[in-house]
């Protein structure tokens, strides 16, 4: 006697045992298909939007994003994608604050170059680099001059990112997929994109064409130019990197780089001061470092033509003032003014006749 039981004698129990009925496997499907066509939408949305005003939307509209919230806030790592790309400028300095207190606007009126300020606080060598590429491939012509600030960073064995301030390279990346990448996150969509739209709308101002800001009233609120904060800050650096290995891989990069720079664009590197004691004892590890980078530096700026080393980073009257800085590698505009006359006298000098 056979006691099997055929698929057709199952009753309605045992048919929804081994799947999913009708209705159930619709919602499902539209559910998935719903939320995947959603994602989508999305995503094109802030592509087409292009909430960091980087220029790869096809809408064209005018290079400009939306002031920071706060004053004196900075969200140089976010703006420069558009500052970078803005025709109405034909020079760049690139660094981190240790070239911030440089002025656009006074090394425009000594030269009559229109200057952009590329800087991102606390960047090392991978962020600028990336900031270098960056503006080089959103120019139709050669830049009259790039500025680049060589400090410590500068010298690693190798090319390397800050650890405590993470950096959008996917916004400075020329792959389409990953700056879509990029973009798929919560902070877009609540923050970024409602600010930009702000701005479109004329409902926030415009954050600073030229990327400048002014960091000496950040610090004085901060408490730094009190006495007992300067003398502490300006004592001994115990803060100093040491690279003793022969290596300077950072400036190898950096001169792989420049290689590609048209021969017409003036390069200024510049080795920014420090305070004295910043400079470490003679003989020592901090001296023996500093040396030889500052041979890789001068390499890198023989090796390509129409490349100048700006060197402040030595002792000096002006790096023995303590009034000149507000702790060893953050000085004050002082400072800052002789050092765009050494730029602007190189621009100038090297201006075509032209021009």
């Excluded at 009753?11 to 719903?34: E, L």
């Excluded at 976010?78 to 034909?90: K, V």
Aim: proline share 8%.
């Amino acid at each position: 006697m056979n006691s099997s039981t055929s698929s057709s004698e199952r009753g309605p129990s045992q048919a929804g045992a081994t799947g999913w009925s009708g209705p159930w496997r619709r919602f499902a499907v539209i559910f998935m298909v719903s939320a995947t066509g959603g994602l989508v939408g999305v995503l094109a949305l802030l592509f087409l939007i292009d909430p960091f005003d980087s220029g790869r939307s096809p809408i064209s509209r005018a290079p400009g994003i939306a002031a920071p919230d706060a004053e004196n806030a900075t969200t140089s790592r976010l703006e420069n994608a558009s500052r970078g790309r803005d025709p109405a400028f034909q020079a760049a300095i690139i660094g981190n604050s240790r070239i911030q207190a440089l002025e656009p606007a006074r090394l425009r009126q000594a030269t009559g170059i229109p200057f952009v300020s590329l800087v991102v606080q606390a960047s090392r060598s991978r962020e600028q680099l990336a900031v270098l590429d960056w503006f080089m491939q959103s120019r139709t012509t050669p830049p009259r001059a790039i500025i680049i600030g060589l400090d410590m960073p500068w010298c690693d064995a190798r090319v390397s990112a800050s650890p405590t301030d993470p950096f959008p390279f996917w916004l400075y990346d020329r792959s389409p997929v990953a700056y879509i990448d990029g973009l798929f996150r919560y902070s877009v969509l609540a923050d970024y994109l409602p600010r930009y739209l702000g701005y479109l709308m004329g409902l926030r101002d415009r954050a600073r064409a030229d990327g400048y800001w002014d960091y000496e009233p950040v610090y004085a609120a901060l408490g730094y130019d009190t006495p007992e904060r300067r003398q502490a800050l300006l004592g001994p650096d115990t803060e100093i990197e040491i690279n003793l290995t022969g290596r300077f891989g950072a400036a190898e990069a950096l001169a792989e780089r420049l290689a590609y720079v048209p021969p017409e664009t003036t390069v200024i590197l510049v080795r920014p001061p420090v305070y004295v004691t910043g400079l470490g004892a003679p003989g020592s590890d901090m001296a023996r470092t500093d040396a030889a980078c500052r041979a890789a530096h001068e390499a890198v700026a023989a090796g390509r033509p129409n490349t100048y080393l700006i060197d402040w980073r030595v002792d000096r009257p002006e790096t023995r003032n303590r009034d000149a800085f507000i702790d060893h590698s953050h000085y004050r505009k002082g400072l800052a003014r002789l050092m765009e006359a050494d730029i602007a006298a190189i621009l100038n000098k090297t201006r075509p006749p032209d021009s």
